[in-house]
């Protein structure tokens, strides 16, 4: 069972769209990040939100994070190809010690110019 | 530029030769991780080490051990190589702190046949 499940698992849209990718739980995290990656490179950390209800921007970037912290969202404004790549959500459990982040499969956006 | 460097970028081994993946991090981070990437599996993750000295196994540590041989160095061996580990490896590093992202490196692409 993936403890972390992202959806959608694929999307193209044309360059100017809006798009929103989802990270869903059943369990609960005291953060969640997302990362981006490119091909043929490791994924690169965009932002953690670590309050549930929260809201970060970056750019054309919007991230949220649940009020219950299961959950969190990444909503595109006007897409450009610049933003092709995978994205992937990762969540940190609340549990004592240096416990691994738990990551989602991935959605793979495809920006058509 | 400090980060996380990964050795050797491409590889192809023969069924039941052995190799060792090298990581090395520059950033003074006290855990480190190895990943394997496979399509439609998302990052699975191996070994990882939470501190100097130590290590744990991830979700699929069948058929590799790790060695942390410093705070700097996190190496991946795979002692019989086989086809089904044909895949994309990542390390990565994280300051111990929690909410605190991943540093990756930029992967290494091994083929086994």
């Known amino acids: 069972t993936q403890l972390l499940e992202q959806s959608p698992q694929f999307l193209s849209i044309q360059e100017g769209e809006n798009l929103t990718v989802y990270c869903n739980s059943s369990?609960?995290?005291?953060?969640l990040q997302w990362y981006r990656q490119e091909p043929g490179e490791g994924p690169v950390l965009l932002v953690t939100?670590?309050?549930?209800?929260e809201v970060k921007k970056l750019k054309r970037l919007t991230f949220q994070f649940g009020d219950a912290r299961k959950d969190s969202s990444l909503h595109i404004t006007a897409a450009q190809p610049g933003d092709t790549g995978l994205y992937l959500c990762a969540g940190d459990r609340p549990i004592s010690g240096n416990t691994p982040l738990v990551f989602g499969k991935g959605t793979r956006l495809s920006v058509i110019a | 530029n400090a980060g996380v460097t990964q050795t050797p970028k491409f590889q192809v081994l023969k069924t039941g030769q052995s190799m060792t993946l090298q990581c090395a991090q520059d950033m003074n981070h006290n855990s480190m991780y190895w990943y394997r990437q496979d399509p439609g599996m998302g990052l699975r993750l191996i070994y990882y080490s939470a501190s100097e000295g130590t290590t744990d196994k991830g979700e699929v540590p069948n058929g590799y051990n790790v060695s942390r041989l410093n705070k700097r160095e996190f190496s991946l061996r795979l002692e019989s190589a086989a086809p089904s580990q044909t895949s994309v490896y990542f390390c990565a590093s994280k300051w111990g702190a929690r909410d605190y992202g991943y540093t990756f490196g930029s992967g290494t692409r091994l083929t086994v046949v």
């Open positions: 369990s609960v995290f005291s953060s």
């Open positions: 939100v670590v309050t549930g209800g």
